[in-house]
């Protein structure tokens, strides 16, 4: 991967990767969405995943990044997705299917922000990879963090 660079963490009892000590692990997360004029809706709570990884993947103008999100042995449910783009943008995307053929993309013109294994499940399968597209013609970094629980 070009660019990329990883971090695990894992919680007690769990083996830590990447030389990363064992630790308990808890995302606070919170959003807020205000309309001028309008409602603002908010909300906020804690995630105890047993792992979590975070990549940083650089996609070259014009290019295409395949990144692996979990082994393929990686057994448990995933409970925290968030995929952030540095630039939003309508021609930055991602997909969870090779790009050779005619997958189903998603533009990254926001974060994507999947809390629980219920949201989480709204994807076709476990997310075990992911490709990132850019058609734009400067460089994008794309964050992406994975939160799950590594025994079922």
């Known amino acids: ?28 997360w919170f959003f807020e ?13 804690e995630q105890s ?3 979590v990884d975070v990549a940083h993947v650089e996609v070259d ?4 990044e395949a ?11 995933v409970s925290l ?9 309508a ?4 997909s969870f299917e090779d790009p050779a053929g005619t997958p189903e993309t998603f533009a990254l013109d926001g974060p994507v922000v999947l809390i629980g294994s219920g949201s989480v499940s709204l994807l076709p399968a ?5 490709w990132l597209t850019n058609d734009t013609p400067d460089p994008v970094t794309v964050e992406i963090l994975i939160g799950r629980d590594a025994t079922p």
């Open 1 to 28: 991967m070009k660019g990329a660079q990883t971090r695990s963490s894992t919680a007690p009892g769990h083996r830590a990767t990447e030389g990363i000590a064992a630790m308990a692990l808890t995302a606070n």
């Open 33 to 45: 969405v205000a309309v001028a004029g309008g409602q603002t809706i908010r909300a906020g709570g």
């Open 49 to 51: 995943p047993e792992t």
């Open 61 to 64: 103008a014009g290019a295409v």
């Open 67 to 77: 990144v692996d999100l979990l082994p393929a042995s990686a057994d448990g449910t």
């Open 81 to 89: 997705l968030v995929i952030r783009p540095s630039e939003f943008h």
């Open 91 to 94: 021609d930055v995307a991602f």
């Open 126 to 130: 476990p997310p075990l990879k992911l």
